[in-house]
């Protein structure tokens, strides 16, 4: 059984994220302890609210080195909501505020007449997407009004070819934005897998499955 952590940062209510986990089979745990997160299968990095506070509270708990620490060690990180928006270079939410830097980008409002986002929409699976394996064009749940808007392969792909692009899954909200991305160990969604009804916890079993 895979050991889970779900990370305790104070980023929004995570018992959720917990129960998702144990409904497909993960031994779950929620925690900010250094030493579980660094010896666990996979680390959940959960966000609710601005990209600032977020980021700040993972600052304040040091969880932005040990994911650091994990990544570089080709340990599984997955971020939900806010937890795939810290992972990029940016956010321009209340100011222009520094990520986790892991993913180029930049996450910005979206340019659309009703924000926020919420509510179910449909997914494109990237090629070979892991985490959508089975479930193109499935729909699942988002609440945001800041996302991914380009492409981040076309920034990430290696000139000499050695480093393949990230995959990245998209859908529509007046335009298209940046859904899902999974690159080596490090995956993430926009949307809510934990809130998300049988895709969700489809897309979980999938990461869990990967682990």
């Given amino acids: 059984m895979a050991k889970v952590i779900v990370l305790d940062a104070d980023t929004g209510n ?3 994220v ?24 996979g680390l959940v990095v959960p966000g609710v609210g601005a990209f600032q506070a977020v980021m700040t509270k993972i600052k304040t708990i040091r969880a932005d080195r040990l994911i650091e620490r994990r990544l570089a060690g080709g340990l599984p990180v997955f971020g939900i909501c806010v937890g795939l928006q810290i992972m990029f270079d940016q956010g321009t939410e209340f100011g222009v505020h520094e990520g986790l830097g892991q993913w180029r980008g930049s996450v910005d409002a979206l340019d659309a007449p009703i924000v926020p ?14 985490l959508l394996d089975g479930l193109d064009s499935e729909r699942f749940y988002f609440v945001h009004s800041f996302a991914v808007q380009s492409d981040p392969s076309a920034d990430m792909a290696s000139e000499d070819g050695i480093f393949e ?20 160990p490090l995956s993430a969604t926009q949307f809510h897998p934990e809130k998300s009804s049988d895709a969700g916890l489809h897309l979980l079993e999938n990461w869990i499955g990967s682990l």
């Fill in 18 to 41: 917990v129960h998702a986990l144990q409904r497909v089979g993960a031994d779950v745990e929620l925690s900010a302890d250094p030493h579980l997160v660094m010896n666990a299968d």
């Fill in 117 to 130: 986002h919420m509510g179910w929409s449909k997914v494109r699976a990237g090629t070979d997407s892991i």
């Fill in 14 to 16: 995570v018992r959720s």
């Fill in 165 to 184: 692009p990230p995959i990245v899954s998209f859908a529509n909200h007046y335009g298209d934005f940046v859904a899902a991305i999974e690159n080596g």
